[in-house]
């Protein structure tokens, strides 16, 4: 798609028009479909930890923070020593082995058609 710049006193002039890509744009929404799809299959056959709260439907950062809490009182009230380790997963494995990923949804019988 081509578009004017604003202000330009000559629009017959090549300079006078940027183009615009959809492509970003559309590979945005089918990323996003994607991901929905596979978040819904990956949560109807239980493939994910109850521990995992982040991009999961009905899950917030609030539940996580509640039973972080419970967890500590319960432990402090039973007299017993406790201790938790954060980790920022998205920055330790910035990469996903394609493949593997692959065949770990063919292993676990995924539909088909979410694994291209």
Known sequence: MVIGNPGKNDYTELKAYRSVSMLS?????????????????????????????????????????????DRAHAACTNSQITGMLLTDIKAAFPCVAKRRLVNLMKVRLMDGALIW
Not at 39 to 64: N, T
Request: aromatic share 2%; charged share 30%.
């Open 25 to 69: 744009c559309m590979g945005k929404v089918v990323e996003k479909v994607v991901a929905e799809l596979l978040s819904a299959e990956a949560e109807r056959r239980g493939l994910l930890s109850d521990g995992q709260f982040g991009r999961r439907k009905r899950q917030s950062a609030i539940d996580a923070a509640a039973i972080i809490v």
